[in-house]
């Protein structure tokens, strides 16, 4: 199993960047997939998740700013969030998550992270 996130970087506040997160080895399409970060000093905090179904979820502090989206074929099996309008506070490590249910059982994948850092 391979998550492979990018995009990351250092932006102005109000800025956008758009994180991408490329999954391999696991039935992708059948997956939950979601975004956490980790703050400087603080715990890891999840932003969003979208379902297989699609079905979409945000954490309050970023609705109306961040977008996230899968694509499931085969060939490019990615997962995006699209931030705008950044803040200072959304700076931290990002990290894509994939829960995939397999039978009875269910496993959690992460990928190794991208630092967004939000500044002057």
């Known amino acids: 199993v391979q998550l492979v996130e990018s995009g990351g970087g250092l932006v102005q506040p109000g800025g956008s960047l758009r994180l991408s997160c490329a999954a391999s080895?696991?039935?992708?399409?059948?997956?939950?997939m979601s975004w956490a970060r980790q703050a400087p000093g603080k715990g890891l905090e999840w932003v969003s998740g979208i379902y297989a179904s699609g079905t979409i979820y945000y954490v309050d502090s970023v609705k109306g700013r961040f977008t996230i989206s899968r694509d499931n074929a085969k060939s490019t099996a990615n997962l995006h969030l699209q931030m705008n309008s950044l803040k200072p506070e959304d700076t931290a490590v990002y990290y894509c998550k994939a829960t995939e249910t397999l039978g009875r059982k269910t496993y959690d994948y992460w990928g190794q992270g991208t630092q967004v850092t939000v500044g002057t």
């Open positions: 080895g696991f039935t992708f399409s059948s997956s939950a």
